[in-house]
């Protein structure tokens, strides 16, 4: 039977944002069930629906989609791991509401020491939940994953024209590693990306 992109649920229609605790929130490996909701938050946050965009939005979403479920097809290893920021609601419905990916990458070259390391990418949270803490959970939790597989180092990359992910990440205790060269931002007509980094305890 074939499977389709997008599931029957509109993940578009989440439930009002709700007063909650942190400790209310749970974080945990993310599963092939949760891809929809998953891809929504995703999508909202790195990409426009707006103007042109809009246009291909569907696209965006699923290549999002697809890239996605490839990794999480894998058998669960040490190297990759997903996770997802579950809200209850009075212990009725639960909902994700943000995500976080940190992975075992292998060298970067000119960059970082020569053998793998861990990195973080795609720390997302649905607008409506922003500055209330939940991106500090997701980046403890993957610290604490990190810790536990015998690392004392983690990396993210951050564009850097944007302040409120610099922010968030500088408080976190990440500091700058370095950055792209400027002709390379120059050449693809993008912000500069900078590599950030954290010594974990």
């Not at 499977?3 to 229609?13: E, I, N, Q, V």
């Not at 989440?14 to 209310?24: M, R, T, V």
């Not at 604490?144 to 408080?171: C, M, P, S, T, W």
Request: net charge positive; glycine share 4%.
């Amino acid at each position: 039977m074939a499977t389709s992109f997008f599931p029957s649920k509109d993940y578009r229609r989440q439930p009002d944002p709700i007063p909650f605790e942190l400790s209310d929130l749970v974080i945990r490996a993310a599963q092939q069930k949760d891809l929809g909701e998953l891809v929504e938050v995703l999508s909202s946050s790195f990409h426009s629906r707006t103007g042109m965009m809009r246009w291909f939005f569907p696209l965006l979403r699923m290549g999002l989609y697809e890239d996605l479920r490839q990794r999480l097809r894998s058998p669960l290893s040490s190297d990759y791991v997903c996770l997802a920021a579950v809200l209850s609601s009075n212990h009725r419905c639960s909902y994700i509401v943000g995500t976080v990916e940190v992975a075992l990458r292998p060298t970067y070259p000119f960059q970082i020491r020569s053998s793998p390391y861990p990195y973080l990418s795609n720390l997302a949270v649905q607008s409506e939940y922003r500055r209330r803490g939940v991106a500090q959970k997701l980046l403890h939790a993957c610290e604490e994953i990190v810790l536990d597989r015998g690392f004392h180092d983690l990396y993210l990359h951050v564009l850097d024209d944007n302040a409120a992910a610099k922010q968030l990440y500088f408080k976190a205790g990440y500091r700058l590693k370095q950055s792209d060269p400027l002709w390379c931002s120059w050449l693809l007509k993008q912000p500069r990306r900078v590599l950030l980094h954290k010594k974990l305890a």
